[in-house]
Nanobody, 122 residues
């Protein structure tokens, strides 16, 4: 069974940094696309970043370009999201998702983690 577990969330002041981890089991990243999403209270879920484990291609939402970096350690079956220069508007629950696809950001992800809370204070 595919399982995804997020970690690394917490409370940080504006301008600070956090690194989120998404540990996968039940599959390997070789043929998968991995995405990071976030959802703030009262708002729709927002796509943040994607990575293709097969070729390393990446995508970033305009709101996080230049501040966030996604990376993959295939030997550890883990994807990271390094978040720098955090802003209060980055506050949300962050989820990772996976789907067996050669597309960088599939329209549908089949597997989801439980999420990790990120809170940025002003």
């Amino acid at each position: 069974e595919v399982q995804l577990v997020e970690s690394g969330g917490g409370l940080v002041q504006a301008g600070g940094s956090l690194r989120l981890s998404c540990a996968a089991s039940g599959f390997t990243f070789d043929d998968y696309a991995i995405g990071w999403f976030r959802q703030a209270p009262g708002k729709e879920r927002e796509g943040v970043s994607c990575i293709s484990s097969s070729d390393g291609s990446t995508y970033y939402a305009d709101s996080v370009k230049g501040r966030f970096t996604i990376s993959s350690d295939n030997a550890k079956n883990t994807v990271y999201l390094q978040m720098n220069s955090l802003k209060p508007e980055d506050t949300a629950v962050y989820y990772c998702a996976a789907d067996r696809s050669q597309v960088l950001c599939p329209s549908v992800f089949g597997s989801w983690g439980q999420g990790t809370q990120v809170t940025v204070s002003s």
